[in-house]
C-alpha cells in the first residue's frame, strides 16, 4: 500500500498543476498557459492564451506525442504561422492564417520532403499565383487563380520539355491554347470562348497541319484530316464512307459520293486523325473502318451464306465484320427499336 502512496499523489499533483494551468477568467475567457488532455491522458495541445485568444507558441500532437502542428501566433492572436507534420515527424506543409483562415503563401511537400506545390490565399479564399511542381523538381505547371478560379496566364509542362499554355478567365479558358512537344513543335492550337471550344482547333504532325477542326460552343461542325496521297490534300471526315487497307502502308479510302482515293502512309496514322467519334473498326483483323453514318444493320446468312454489313452508299464489294462489330451494331438496333416503341 505504502508504495503506491506516491503514484496517487503524482497524479494528484498533475491535476492540481493542470486546474492551476487551464484558467477561464469571470468573463469564461481563457487565460494563461494550456495544457489539454485526451482521456487516456496523452497531450492533444499546449499553449498560451491571453483574454481568450491564442499567443506565441502552440504545438498540437499526434496520439504517441509526436508533433503534429506547430503554430506562432502574433500578439493579437489573428494571424499565425502554421507548420504541419506527419505522424513520422515529417514536414507536410506551411502556411499563415488570419482569423482562422488561410492567408498569404502555402507550401506543401511529399513524404520525402520534396516541394510539391505553392499557393496563394486571401482569407480563405485562393488567389495569386500557385506553382507544381513534379517528381524531378521540375516546375510541372503554373496557373493564376482569383475566387477560387483559375484566372490569367496558365501553363502546363508536358513530357520533359513540352507545354500546353493559355489564359483562364473566371475558371474557363478564353482565347488561343496553344500544345508544344519536347522539340519545341507545335502539336495543337486551338481557340476557346467561356471554356469551350470555339473556332478553330488544329493539330499537327512533325509541324505539319494534319487535323483541322472548326468547333462552335464545344460542339463540333467540321472536321478535315490530311491524307497524302502523291499531293497532300486535307478532305473531310464527313465525306468517307470506307477505309480498306491495302498492305501496311497503303490505304483505300472510299467516299459517299462513290470516289476511291489511294493513300500512301501507315495505317495507324490514318486511323488515329479520324479517331473513333465517327467510325468505328469493322474488322480488327483486316483492319477496316466504317462510317457510322454508313451502316444500316447487319445481312446474316447473304447471298454466299455469309454474314455482312448493311451498308448505304452500297460499296462494289462486301464487308465482312468481326463478332464485336456484329454486337456493337445489334446493341444500337435494339436502343433504335426500344426508342421507337417508347415514343
Known amino acids: 500500500m505504502k508504495h503506491f502512496l506516491p503514484l496517487i499523489a503524482i497524479v494528484c499533483l498533475f491535476a492540481v498543476t493542470l486546474q492551476a494551468q487551464n484558467t477561464i477568467d469571470k468573463q469564461g475567457r481563457k487565460q494563461g498557459h494550456w495544457i489539454k488532455v485526451d482521456k487516456d491522458g496523452s497531450k492533444i495541445f499546449e499553449g498560451d492564451f491571453k483574454d481568450g485568444h491564442e499567443v506565441g507558441t502552440f504545438r498540437y500532437y499526434y496520439p504517441d506525442g509526436t508533433l503534429r502542428i506547430l503554430n506562432e501566433f502574433d500578439a493579437d492572436g489573428k494571424r499565425c504561422r502554421h507548420e504541419a507534420y506527419d505522424e513520422k515527424g515529417r514536414k507536410v506543409a506551411t502556411g499563415f492564417y488570419n482569423q482562422k483562415n488561410r492567408d498569404g503563401e502555402w507550401r506543401l511537400y511529399a513524404e520525402d520532403g520534396r516541394l510539391v506545390k505553392i499557393a496563394n490565399y486571401r482569407m480563405g479564399i485562393r488567389e495569386g499565383q500557385q506553382v507544381i511542381f513534379n517528381a524531378d523538381g521540375d516546375t510541372a505547371e503554373v496557373s493564376n487563380w482569383l475566387d477560387n478560379r483559375r484566372h490569367g496566364r496558365w501553363w502546363k509542362r508536358i513530357g520533359k520539355q513540352g507545354y500546353i499554355t493559355g489564359i483562364y478567365k473566371h475558371g474557363g479558358l478564353e ?142 464489294f462486301r464487308i465482312y465484320p468481326d463478332e464485336d462489330c456484329i454486337k456493337a451494331v445489334e446493341a444500337v438496333q435494339r436502343e433504335g427499336l426500344e426508342g421507337l416503341q417508347e415514343e
Open 175 to 316: 482565347g488561343d491554347v496553344k500544345e508544344y512537344n519536347d522539340q519545341q513543335q507545335m502539336v495543337s492550337h486551338g481557340q476557346y470562348r467561356n471554356g469551350m471550344r470555339h473556332g478553330f482547333y488544329r493539330y499537327y504532325e512533325d509541324g505539319v497541319l494534319s487535323v483541322d477542326e472548326t468547333w462552335n460552343e464545344d460542339n463540333m461542325e467540321s472536321r478535315k484530316i490530311r491524307i497524302m496521297t502523291p499531293e497532300a490534300q486535307m478532305i473531310s471526315m464527313y465525306e468517307i464512307a470506307y477505309l480498306m487497307p491495302k498492305g501496311s502502308k497503303k490505304v483505300l479510302l472510299y467516299t459517299i459520293d462513290g470516289r476511291s482515293i489511294d493513300t500512301y502512309e501507315p495505317t495507324d496514322n490514318l486511323y488515329y486523325r479520324l479517331g473513333n467519334t465517327h467510325f468505328f473498326m469493322a474488322n480488327k483483323k483486316q483492319r477496316v473502318m466504317v462510317s457510322n453514318d454508313c451502316v444500316r444493320g447487319i445481312i446474316k446468312n447473304g447471298e454466299d451464306g455469309a454474314t455482312y454489313l448493311d451498308l448505304d452508299p452500297k460499296p462494289n
